[in-house]
């Protein structure tokens, strides 16, 4: 079994998922933010998971409050943020770290399989690593990548070939 499949985290509910739940689906973890300049791009990501979700598309919310405070909200607050403002509907999980020894297992390990330009360290809220059918990291994109922009490279892992390199 992939290494990705192997972990799990809490929902933003309270409940452990697994994510072997997502084998065979085309997955797109996200470490978000409520107050943050790139907020409004729930919106896009939603946008993407409501036209791919048939196609195999997965798109994971991981709330963090490690850069500039930006998610102190409790997971009512951050429900509401996601749900009421921006209508998100992909699956959402319970506040976690992303950088430090404090930080989850899953961002832990996609930062070493795809270190982007900080050497292993998450820039910002709103960095985006997509996951293969198979479980394989393969494609990290930056903050200010906005969705829109990330969606040649997932309709190529959808369809299972070669990631575009112009996707940022």
């Not at 982007?116 to 360290?121: E, H, N, Q, T």
């Not at 990291?137 to 990631?163: N, V």
Request: with cysteine; aromatic share 12%; glycine share 10%.
């Amino acid at each position: 079994m992939p290494p990705f499949y192997q972990f799990s985290a809490t929902s933003l509910t309270g409940q452990p998922i697994s994510m072997a739940d997502y084998a065979g689906k085309v997955v797109l973890v996200v470490n978000t933010a409520s107050h943050c300049g790139f907020t409004p791009q729930y919106a896009g990501l939603e946008a993407l998971y409501q036209k791919y979700a048939a196609q195999g598309l997965v798109v994971l919310g991981y709330p963090c409050n490690q850069f500039g405070k930006q998610e102190p909200g409790n997971a009512d607050n951050i429900s509401q943020t996601c749900h009421v403002n921006y209508g998100v509907s992909f699956p959402m999980f319970g506040k976690v770290e992303v950088n430090g020894s404090a930080a989850h297992p899953i961002f832990r390990y996609l930062k070493a399989e795809l270190p982007g330009v900080l050497g292993g360290r998450i820039k910002w809220n709103f960095t985006k690593f997509l996951i293969g059918r198979d479980g394989q990291p393969l494609k990290r994109f930056a903050p200010i990548t906005p969705p829109e922009k990330m969606e040649a490279a997932i309709i190529a892992a959808l369809q299972g070939g070669a990631l575009p390199d112009s996707q940022h």
